[in-house]
């Protein structure tokens, strides 16, 4: 069991993506698997592969869904910049609201985008299948589903009634496996590195993404510890086809969490994160007062209750909007000590591809 962090309710449903989104199931080539193209543009390896094609997408990069974080402003800024934002369906607690949401991306940008659907426990969570219909209606093109558990099968059915592209995201090769054979599209894997959710195998980026890259037929988007172009070439590397990313999007010009926090997490360093919650669903964060008090509770065999009391999205949000550091945990990966800066979405995207395409053309000819 996981915990949902962010939101008073829980429940996530991911983006879509405009009109614009084609189903390009049908056209990309099985023959591209694997391979990372490189056409030049103004001397720039561009990194085209099977998810930017599915996707629409200029880069291959996914700004990973953040709980009471990636609203549709910050979702837009990040399909803008060329990457694709996934709107954090949980943070809406009515269909409405959601349903807003999903307008107000779409006026922000006509660039593709997609909606997550949240299966970790949540104490107020709403009805997935609703939130899915509110997709179809607003003619979302992409979900991800994320959680411990796959989406059920009625749900994975609809997704494909709907035209939608469905990408689900886990932290382990046998769950990969199970997505792929319940028709997921693409599948993302997370390695142990990563914030938020770890799952219980402990299995680290380097060691996860070619193991599930060489299980799977569909693309797969790999991540964990995803900060700049050194780790984007090494996970394309790896046999992913996309990358997701997360810490490092919370200290960007457009995310919308406290300067006090971004200024925090800058100052942090690859040990300043911690593994709590491995009795409800382990989840990697930021060491901090809440964080440490959490881990002391449950060695001394807190319940349930007890530590969602702790990690409560309510918590969390005082530490994001409120810039009270200690009063909530903050996932966040081990990446976070590679964070140097604060960069607009676009001047990160930009400066990753430019960094990779400078490392590949370096090495090959080396
Ligand atoms: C602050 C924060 C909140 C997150 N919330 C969620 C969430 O609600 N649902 C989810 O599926 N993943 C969530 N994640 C995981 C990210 O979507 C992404 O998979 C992960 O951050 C990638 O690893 P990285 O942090 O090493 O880049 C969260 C991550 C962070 C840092």
Redesign the pocket.
Known sequence: MAV???SSQTV?SYFDSRGSLQDNRATVSRSNRGVIRSPREKGEVMFQTRITQMLGIKYPIVG????S?SNADFVAAISEAGGIG?L?S?MYQTKDEFAAALDRVRKLTDKPFAV?L?F?PARFPVSQSEYTEVMGRKGVKVV?T??HTAPPLELCKRFKELGMIWIH?CAGARYAVKAESLGADIV?V?GY?????VGRLEIGTLVMVPTVAQRLKVPLIG?????DGRSMLAVLALGAEGV?????L?ATQECPIHSKLKQALINATEVDTMVIMRTVGAHRVWINETAKKCADVEAIGASFEEILNLVSGENSRKVYYEGELDRGV??????VGQIHDIPTVKELFDGMVKQASDIANRLAKS
Not at 64 to 67: I, P, R, V, Y
Not at 193 to 197: I, K, M, P, R, S
Not at 223 to 227: A, I, L, M, Q, S
Not at 330 to 335: A, N
């Open positions: 949902d962090f962010a996530c990973g869904t953040m709980a974080i996934v954090n949980v997550n949240n970790f991800e994320s959680g995201k993302t997370v590195e990563n914030g938020g959710a991540g964990g510890g995803v900060v997701i990313m997360g810490t490092r919370l903050v996932p966040c990966g081990q990446g």
